[in-house]
C-alpha cells in the first residue's frame, strides 16, 4: 500500500468560479480613487494659497521697506526744520537777513530804488 502522506492532491475546482475577479474588490476600488481624488484637490487648493500668500508677503515686505526709507527721510526733513525753527528763534542776525531778503528795510535805513533810463534811440 503506497503512503497516502507522500502523495500530492490537487485542490477540486469547483465549477462555479471563474478567473474574473471577485465583485467585492471591483466596488473597493472607486472609494480609494475618491479619497486619492479629494487628496489631490485638498494639497492642489493648499498649494495655490500658499503661493499667493508668499506674494502677498513680498509685496508687504517690499512696501514696507519703501515706507521705513520715507520715515527716515522725513526724520531727517524734520531735523533741519527743527534747528532751522531754533535759528529764527534765539539767532536775531539769521532773522534780520531773512528779511532783508524778503525786501524788508529797518526804520531810518536809506532805500535806493533804480531808475529805469530809456534807451535815446
Known sequence: ?????????PFPVSPGKTS?????KVKLRWP???VFALLLTYFACAGVQWVRQEMRMRALKQQYEALLIEMQRLHADNKLLQQQIERLQNDP???EQLAREMGMVKPGDTIYLPIEVENPR
Do not use: D, E, F, W
Request: net charge positive.
Open 1 to 9: 500500500m503506497p503512503n497516502r502522506a507522500r502523495q500530492i492532491v
Open 20 to 24: 474574473k475577479r471577485p465583485r467585492n
Open 32 to 34: 480609494r480613487l475618491l
Open 93 to 95: 542776525t539769521y532773522l
